[in-house]
């Protein structure tokens, strides 16, 4: 399976050269979806992978899914913003060469993730009256997914679109959609990757398909008249080759998620045959320290500080005293 469809271009190097030549091997690639930089094959399978496993292994206590607050917030940024910067390289290197090609996904991927944060924090402002720094960084990653397969192949104001959708669409599955769906309420998808990377995955796919110009195309894929969106392909009077690349793009979702659910469910079972996928419910109401004899962090407000840790000075104490009566 290719990670990425690669264009032949003149100018690549031999071992640039070498890994487009590999890669056009790609059972995808060779079907004909349009991918750009792996959005198919690795936000969208990751997506479902991961809310898959979820399900294998259970949910935790009620505790911990009512009230589930950041670490770190400002870690958290840090971390949002290296993921930001890094995409820029990722999406940009799908070409394997400094292009024109390459230059159009960077400028892509920025306009689609800025649109995408700012429309999930103006509905967490119209609905819940203040925007928050998770929904900011939970709009950037649904912009970021959502842009990866187009990134190079769209232009800049369907890469807004792209955002908009990006930023609403999840935001409306995460927010209102999961609490009523009850297969979905079952599943404890603690970083809502369902809707992060699936569903902002499959978005993309699909608006790959509606947007993809076909002289932005022929820069990736060569000229092969096959690779055009369905509004171009509208206005060129080629709704025919348009129609059967959306249809590409739809069978390439299909696959994705059908070869992804049941081999990592395959996984999850062979897993617990040799170990449990979840402690049972006393043991996570005590947490790390029952199974560490520490805490991974100092949780305040449930009395967990250092001082009752067994560094902290009460266990020290505790045990001085047992080696004097002894």
Not at 122 to 136: E, N, Q, R, Y
Not at 258 to 272: D, E, K, Q, Y
Request: glycine fraction near 12%; include cysteine.
């Amino acid at each position: 399976m290719a990670v990425r469809p690669l264009w032949l271009g003149a100018e690549l190097s031999s071992v640039g050269a070498c890994q487009r030549l590999g890669a056009r091997n790609g059972f995808l690639f060779k079907a004909g979806v349009m991918d750009f930089a792996g959005g198919f094959v690795i936000h969208l399978s990751s997506g479902v992978a991961g809310v898959t496993a979820a399900y294998w292994v259970g949910p935790r206590i009620n505790k911990d899914r009512e009230r589930f607050p950041p670490n770190n917030i400002l870690l958290t940024l840090t971390g949002a913003g290296l993921l930001w910067m890094g995409w820029t390289g990722f999406n940009g290197g799908a070409p394997y060469a400094a292009n024109a090609d390459a230059s159009i996904a960077i400028v892509n991927t920025h306009l689609c993730t800025a649109t995408s944060l700012l429309v999930w924090l103006c509905l967490d402002m119209i609905v819940f009256t203040k925007p928050s720094v998770i929904g900011a960084v939970q709009g950037m990653i649904t912009g970021l997914v959502c842009i990866t397969p187009a990134a190079g192949l769209v232009q800049g104001w369907a890469a807004m679109i792209m955002g908009i959708l990006s930023g609403s669409i999840p935001w409306f599955t995460m927010m209102v959609l999961h609490k009523k769906v009850k297969l979905l309420k079952k599943v404890d998808d603690t970083l809502a990757v369902l809707h992060t990377h699936a569903v902002a995955g499959i978005l993309g796919g699909l608006l790959t398909g509606l947007f993809a110009d076909p002289k932005l195309t022929s820069l990736f894929f060569g000229d092969n008249p096959r690779y055009i969106g369905l509004l171009y392909s509208l206005a060129d009077h080629r709704a025919a080759a348009g129609f059967r690349q959306l249809g590409m793009q739809i069978a390439g979702i299909a696959f994705i998620i059908a070869i992804n659910v049941p081999i990592t469910s395959a996984i999850c079972l062979f897993v617990r045959l040799f170990v449990p996928l979840r402690f049972s419910d006393e043991i996570l109401v005590i947490g790390d320290d029952a199974i560490h004899g520490e805490d991974a962090y100092a949780v305040w407000g449930d009395g967990e500080t250092y001082e009752k840790s067994i560094h902290g000075m009460e266990n020290m104490m505790a045990q001085n005293q047992g080696e004097e009566m002894a």
